[in-house]
């Protein structure tokens, strides 16, 4: 298992290098001089000057990259522009709204696809395969940003049961973390939600034909227990791996639903650094981000050996 | 009884064009045609807007803000008394022609490698795959808002990040494609007697990428109106004066308490306009070969 | 004759298709008694496998159903007992081995578990005991190494060690009828003579009833008392083992006989049947066989043919069974 795991990460190398390049390349990107973009149009001479040093950037493109990425290696993401703080400790402060938001929003898309897979996947062609794929397919159509507002309409502001923004960490009250929790879960679930429904639904149809599923039944097994244990765990080889992919669209789609509930997580940094034009918290932004998107994948392909014995390390 | 005749039927269609067999599909698989024609009403409801939109969109009515839909104004106003449903048809202008754009972009970017990497194979294309795979290890979003960061916030930036984004897919498809068709003896024939790259791609690629190519445009399209959308909503996209369907929920964010309709029917649209996409790209999936489908 | 255990009478079995509801067996009896091993033989179509499926109540549905008959196991009527009670049944006194042990085997679990499963369902015994029980069904299947084995995937096994790995999972809560369709049929020659001697000793040692489905009339002679033909959906002769290979009473009987690979005659060219069986939406009028008969008549498309009594337990569906003299197997 751990020489598994430890394959796996060195096949991340080469992946990472080509990321930090890419990385590292957006600030090739800016057109005209970085320096005097990143100062904002009013800045003087000077202050250009003082950014251009700060940066190396007269410096030779390589070694800029090297200062950069032994700076990101040591865990130096660089200072904000904005706030002049080191941009690692602000992203650090953030990440666990961003993680416990995206967590919250793969339970939802779990709770609900999982069931509703199930339920169309060992009926196709009845009313509530029907329904379930219709639902799917308009879950993937609606605008998450759109749903997130009719939520905070609807459940906020019509209703008041529920609080339209903010974020209290979970360590300091849970009561209170969910409430303020569940409206950007379900926001930011429901699309995931909709894509793993029809992953799972056709895994499920294609599984329910299966042999074994008929030796399961000549097992004397009852149906609920065969499609929950010899169906399921099936139909979910298919499903662990879209929802390795899913992750990485989650945690993109964090930068609207933070904007919209006001949650001070690593999505609303990206966006008000935008505005800011604070471009070593946004490169931060997005090494963290691939940073957790890389291991979530890692989780997922550990976990892939538990229900895919065949891919199981010896 | 009607077995032979079937048969028959069969026979027939062998002889008939892979193209025109997947027309006749096609035309079978109505909630498709219903998407099309939703989509091509749309599209000249967009271009036609000036002549068809009942309201000037930029007509401020300061005396009528925020009114609730009406007779006069179907979906309301907004907080300038502008009419919203003459405002949204104008928004359809720039998000099906934002969408458009992207794909576009994607395309450009994603095909040529991907033609380059199936058909060279080797280094090449171990290189090409590799930053293909970097590109899609970033969480899409944060990337697109990183590339915006650095061009600047606007509409046909956000089209350049979305198309970057939608590119690696449209590289697999092509190499994939270009590697099959590659490996058929025909073909290695073909180049065995000095017949040019070119022609091995116009000739022997491209009929048959084509219509797998078409699904996955139609997708995207959805895909990159719903991205559009995210990135105008935040003010990343579509600038003022342009709105987009995104930039007008984001306007309408502010009165979201006094005036529900102004997110209420922009986001409607963008919804039906995505779905109607979506529903037309499985209906070409659906009306493609078995033998095309069982690549995909 | 023993005690029959399994009766079935005129069964009907139907299946939604492009043309309708299809009737893929029709008026089908037999019956096997307690210790006795049935052939169910016919060509692939020929509705044998819906018949041994449909004993357990287990074609899928949709598309199928069981439109008419009877099936009696130790004299209680199957057909119509309520989901529970069949699934009682089930792998306690009535247990199935399939064609496809890769494919009937759920990849995702190991051996023991799978085995484990039926006699915890059936026995109510804790994992442990029912570990201990997989352990002597595995022994009692000959499986080399039970202890070490009994923790693997399918995956892991080779076809003949996973085809005694189900045939265990069948034995596990020691069942009375043992319903086998095609389970040497994927195997290799000498894997597959060695799984039909261990079905034979087992049956032996354990002194249950076996319908054994197949469409080889080789395995039938090496395994079976009775063996009963079915062409098209129906029944075409019963007969016991030896008369049947003695003296066929059904042309397809012959044919079938004729078809079949002898020991020790080289050079000597095998009779196929000539045409191909018909698609059960389009079955010919009078004998099914007819278009494909060397011995039919113009009558013999016109009208519908019984099974006629041969006594001592035979039966032939053919008009001319008294005036034919057909070859057995030499």
């Known amino acids: 298992m751990l020489a598994f795991i430890l394959q796996r990460l060195l096949a991340l190398v080469p992946l990472l290098f080509i990321v930090s390049l890419l990385v590292f390349s957006l600030v090739l990107l800016i057109p005209g001089d970085p320096a005097y973009m990143l100062a904002g149009e009013s800045a003087t001479p000077e202050e250009i000057a003082e950014i251009r040093s700060d940066m190396g950037l007269d410096d030779p493109v390589l070694l800029q990259y090297a200062r950069w990425t032994g700076g990101v290696l040591r865990g130096d993401l660089g200072t904000s522009l904005f706030s002049d703080q080191p941009v690692l400790e602000v992203l650090l402060e953030r990440l666990p709204v961003t993680l416990s938001l995206a967590f919250a929003a793969i339970l939802v898309s779990l709770l609900v696809s999982i069931p509703a897979g199930v339920i169309a996947g060992t009926r196709p062609g009845s009313l509530a395969d029907r329904l379930v794929t219709l639902g799917a397919s308009t879950g993937l159509a609606i605008p998450n940003f759109w749903l997130g507002l009719m939520l905070i309409l609807v459940f906020a502001i019509w209703n008041g049961w529920l609080p339209a923004t903010g974020y209290v960490p979970l360590t300091e009250h849970p009561g209170a973390w969910l409430r303020h929790i569940l409206l950007p879960a379900i926001t930011l679930g429901l699309s995931a939600a909709a894509i793993l429904t029809r992953q799972l639904r056709g895994a499920m149809i294609d599984v329910m034909n299966q042999d074994y599923i008929r030796t399961a039944r000549a097992k004397g097994l009852a149906w609920r227990g065969v499609v929950l244990k010899h169906g399921l765990k099936n139909a979910a080889i298919p499903m662990v791996t879209i929802l390795g992919l899913q992750a990485n669209y989650l945690l993109g789609g964090t930068v609207i639903v933070e904007q919209i509930f006001g949650m001070p997580g690593l999505g609303q940094l990206a966006v008000a650094s935008v505005f800011t034009r604070d471009l070593p918290m946004i490169q931060g932004v997005v090494i963290m981000a691939v940073f957790v998107a890389v291991f979530v994948n890692l989780l997922v392909d550990i976990s892939y050996g538990y229900f895919n014995p065949k891919v199981r390390p010896q | 009884m009607s077995e032979p005749n079937a048969a028959a039927l069969d026979q027939l269609g062998a002889s008939v064009s892979a193209r025109r067999r997947f027309l006749r599909r096609f035309l079978r698989q109505r909630p498709a045609l219903y998407a099309l024609g939703f989509l091509v009403l749309l599209a000249l409801g967009a271009v036609f807007a000036p002549w068809v939109a009942p309201h000037d969109p930029l007509a401020q009515n300061l005396d009528r803000v925020l009114e609730a839909p009406s007779f006069d104004h179907f979906f309301g106003t907004d907080e300038l008394g502008r009419d919203v449903a003459s405002r949204t048809l104008f928004a359809a202008r720039i998000s099906l022609l934002a969408a458009f754009q992207a794909v576009v972009i994607a395309l450009l970017i994603g095909v040529p490698p991907g033609l380059v990497a199936g058909l060279f194979g080797g280094q090449t294309d171990n290189l090409i795959m590799r930053i293909t795979d970097a590109l899609m290890s970033f969480p899409p979003l944060i990337l697109a808002v990183a590339i915006i960061a650095v061009l600047g916030p606007s509409l046909t930036n956000a089209m350049i990040a979305v198309g970057i984004l939608l590119s690696p897919t449209f590289l697999r498809l092509m190499r994939g494609t270009a590697m099959a068709v590659a490996q058929e003896t025909y073909v290695e024939a073909a180049r065995s007697i000095g017949c040019s790259q070119s022609w091995i791609i116009t000739r022997h690629i491209l009929p048959n990428v084509v219509s797998p190519l078409f699904v996955q445009i139609s997708v995207f399209a959805g895909v990159a109106m719903l991205a559009e959308a995210g990135l105008s909503f935040l003010g990343l996209g579509a600038q003022p004066p342009d709105s987009s369907w995104g930039a007008m929920v984001g306007r309408g964010f502010r009165y979201i308490s006094h005036s529900p309709s102004l997110i209420v029917f922009p986001g409607l649209a963008i919804a039906v306009t995505v779905l109607a996409f979506y529903v037309l790209g499985d209906g070409l999936r659906d009306s493609l070969g078995r033998e095309v489908r069982r690549e995909q | ?330």
């Open chain 3, 1 to 330: 004759m023993s005690a029959p255990l399994l009766e079935v009478e005129d069964l009907a079995v139907e299946f939604l298709t492009d043309h309708g509801w299809v009737r893929v067996v029709d008026g089908v009896s037999f019956s096997v008694g307690a210790g006795e091993t049935l052939g169910l033989v016919g060509e692939s179509g020929s509705g044998k496998t819906v018949t041994s499926l449909s004993v357990m109540q287990l074609i899928p549905r949709p598309p199928g159903r069981i439109a008419g008959g009877s099936i009696r196991f130790e004299g209680r009527e199957l057909l119509g007992l309520p989901e529970h009670e069949l699934e009682a049944l089930r792998g306690e006194a009535i247990a199935m081995v399939f064609q496809e042990s890769m494919t009937s085997l759920n990849p995702a679990f190991t051996i023991g578990d799978q085995i484990g499963e039926v006699v915890r369902r059936h026995r109510g015994v804790s994992r442990r005991e029912a570990r201990v029980r997989a352990l002597e069904v595995l022994e009692l299947v000959q499986i080399p190494d039970p202890e070490a084995r009994i923790d693997a995937y399918p995956h892991e096994f080779s076809g003949g060690m996973r085809q005694r790995a189900a045939i265990a999972m069948a034995l596990a809560c020691d069942p009375k009828l043992l319903i086998a369709d095609e389970p040497t049929t994927a195997l290799d020659v000498t894997v597959q003579a060695q799984v039909l001697d261990l079905l034979r000793s087992l049956q032996q040692r354990l002194g249950m009833g076996i319908l054994f489905v197949t469409h080889n009339l080789g395995v039938v002679a090496d395994l079976c008392d009775r063996v009963t033909v079915m062409y098209a959906g129906r029944i075409v002769e019963t007969a016991n083992v030896f008369d049947l290979f003695e003296g066929p009473q059904h042309p397809y009987t012959e044919g079938l006989l004729q078809a079949m690979p002898q020991l020790g005659e080289r050079g000597k060219r095998l009779a196929a049947i000539p045409g191909t069986p018909p698609m059960p939406w389009q079955m010919p009028d009078g004998c099914r066989f007819h278009p494909r008969c060397p011995y039919a008549e113009a009558a013999c498309a016109q009208q519908d043919v019984m099974l006629t009594e041969l006594g001592e337990g035979r039966s032939a569906r053919c008009r001319r069974v008294h005036e034919l003299d057909l070859k057995g197997a030499e």
